[in-house]
C-alpha cells in the first residue's frame, strides 16, 4: 500500500508565496529593464527628430528669404534694368538666381515635391529669359548689327515682363503651408 505523505498548509502556502514573489520580482526587473530601454530609445530618437525637424524650418526659412530677394531684384532690374548700362544689374541678377538654384538643389531631400516642381517650372523660365540677356548684352557691344541688336533688346524687354509677372505667390504659399504643416505635427 502507497501511502501519500500530506505536507501541511502552511508549507504549501510558503512555497506557493515564495513561487510568486519570484515570479513578481522577476516581472518588475524585466520591467525596469524594458522601461528603461525604451526611454533611452525615445530620448534617442526625440533628439534626431527634434535636430532634423529643425534643419528642415531652417531651410524653409532660408528658401523663403531667397525667394523674396530673388523677386526683389527681379524687380529692380524690370525697373532700372534699361539705365544697366556696365551690366552690373544683370551679372548680380544672374549671380542670385544661381546661388538660389544651387540652395534649393542642395537640400531637395528636405522639401516636398511640390514645392520642387514649382521651383524647377520657375527655374526653367528664368533660364530661358536669362538666355535672351545673356545675347542682348552680347549684342550690345559695338560693331553688331543695329538690327540684330534692336531685335535682341525687343526680345529682353519681353523677357523682363515675362521675370517681372513670374508667380512667386505658389512657391511662397507652398512653402509656408510645408512650415505649417511641419509645426503642427509637432
Do not use: W
Not at 19 to 25: E, F, K, M, R
Not at 77 to 94: H, P, V
Not at 139 to 163: C, F, I, N, Q
Request: hydrophobic content about 40%.
Amino acid at each position: 500500500m502507497i501511502f501519500l505523505e500530506v505536507k501541511p498548509i502552511t508549507e504549501i502556502v510558503i512555497t506557493a508565496l515564495s513561487a510568486g514573489l519570484v515570479a513578481l520580482l522577476g516581472n518588475i526587473i524585466f520591467y525596469v529593464y524594458i522601461k528603461s530601454s525604451l526611454e533611452k530609445n525615445l530620448e534617442t530618437y526625440k533628439i534626431a527628430y527634434s535636430g532634423i525637424f529643425k534643419e528642415k524650418i531652417e531651410i524653409h526659412k532660408e528658401l523663403l528669404k531667397r525667394v523674396y530677394s530673388f523677386k526683389s531684384k527681379l524687380q529692380k532690374y524690370g525697373i532700372y534694368g534699361a539705365y544697366d548700362n556696365d551690366n552690373q544689374m544683370i551679372i548680380e541678377l544672374f549671380k542670385e538666381s544661381d546661388d538660389f538654384i544651387n540652395y534649393y538643389r542642395i537640400n531637395q531631400p528636405f522639401l516636398k515635391p511640390s514645392i520642387l516642381e514649382l521651383i524647377e517650372k520657375l527655374n526653367k523660365e528664368y533660364q530661358e529669359c536669362f538666355e535672351i540677356f545673356h545675347d542682348y548684352i552680347i549684342y550690345r557691344t559695338p560693331g553688331v548689327d543695329s538690327k540684330l541688336l534692336a531685335s535682341s533688346a525687343l526680345k529682353a524687354v519681353e523677357a523682363s515682363h515675362r521675370l517681372r509677372s513670374a508667380d512667386f505667390k505658389d512657391i511662397e504659399d507652398e512653402i509656408i503651408k510645408a512650415m505649417r504643416e511641419d509645426l503642427k505635427n509637432t
